[in-house]
């Protein structure tokens, strides 16, 4: 079923790359598949604290938990938990930062764009309805959270203006009111006005990411809905090199790993034909965890494209 909502999704956003009226439809679905994989890798990694467990999986309690409880204090919420199924030892959690670090961000980028919910043309209004979505990251911040009592240092890393603010509570507190009004269960409702106005005060107290989590949008597809000279190249591998003309000084990203590579990267890369998707070669990781994600990738990109190889004299 999983795989089966992937692909829907990742069809999605092929078809809205068609079109630059839907161009951030697109990236929305580009992020959306990117928080189901994480999500997934994350409860993944549970493991049931007892050889004699229940039917359900360690993830699966989280889910229907995080589901019936509406409460908005995170720290509530986790005392409903077994927190000995989310004890990880310090270098996997380490290494999962930069994941962890991206849910972070988007979850705070979705808040501080609330305010703008009218403009349909803004990546991330299509997250600000679905309410499967708010409540997988709500999931997700839960786990972050536990994770975060057991290795500090694999927590997201926020930019605040005030050093006693606790900014992952902040951020729990005002999704978990936007996924209740969002929520399947029942009828969507529109945000609240203080929820909206609180949400407005947040570029004013941490420093909101921006968009280079999405891939640079030079695929297949796009070159030919653009009706630009196409030149392939074909051998052992066959690559689109008109895709690989990009502006100078442009901060090139490792979009499945979350890291940033420079203008000038010198690993060997590989991008994907259809989305644009770029990532290393070889892992920097060690650990098992980091390399569980990396497994995933190997023959296709998280939309379900092809690879081409990039050598460093490209890039």
Request: glycine share 6%; aromatic share 6%.
């Amino acid at each position: 079923m999983e795989v089966l909502a992937t692909r829907i999704v990742a069809v999605k956003a092929s078809l809205c790359k068609l079109s630059s009226a839907t161009a951030a439809r697109a990236c929305d679905f580009h992020a959306k598949l990117l928080l189901m994989a994480i999500s997934s890798t994350f409860k993944s990694l549970l493991r049931p604290h007892t050889l004699h467990s229940p039917d359900k999986s360690p993830g699966d309690r989280l889910a229907e938990i995080c589901s019936k409880n509406t409460d908005v204090d995170i720290d509530k919420v986790m005392l409903n938990l077994k927190t000995e199924e989310f004890v990880l030892d310090g270098p996997p959690l380490q290494s999962l930062q930069q994941l962890i670090q991206w849910v972070g961000d988007f979850v705070l980028y979705l808040l501080a764009n609330l305010p703008n919910q009218g403009s349909i043309v803004r990546p991330g209004f299509g997250f600000l309805r679905d309410g499967s979505s708010l409540g997988m990251l709500r999931e997700m911040m839960v786990m972050i959270r536990i994770w975060g009592l057991l290795k500090p240092g694999c927590l997201p890393v926020y930019t605040a203006t005030s050093d006693s603010q606790d900014s992952m509570f902040l951020l729990f507190r005002l999704l978990s009111r936007l996924w209740l009004c969002s929520r399947d269960d029942g009828p969507p409702q529109e945000p609240d006005e203080g929820l909206v106005d609180e949400c407005c005060l947040l570029p004013s107290q941490l420093l909101v990411p921006s968009m280079d989590w999405l891939p640079i949008n030079d695929g297949v597809i796009v070159r030919l809905q653009g009706k630009l000279p196409l030149r392939l190249t074909f051998g052992k591998s066959w690559s689109l090199a008109a895709g690989l003309d990009r502006s100078q000084g442009v901060q090139w990203m490792d979009n499945l790993r979350c890291l940033h590579l420079g203008v000038c990267p010198t690993e060997d890369s590989k991008a994907c034909t259809r989305c644009g998707c770029v990532t290393m070669l070889r892992s920097p990781n060690k650990t098992n965890a980091m390399k569980q994600w990396e497994q995933r990738w190997i023959k296709n990109c998280l939309c379900g494209g092809l690879w081409r190889r990039i050598p460093p004299n490209l890039t």
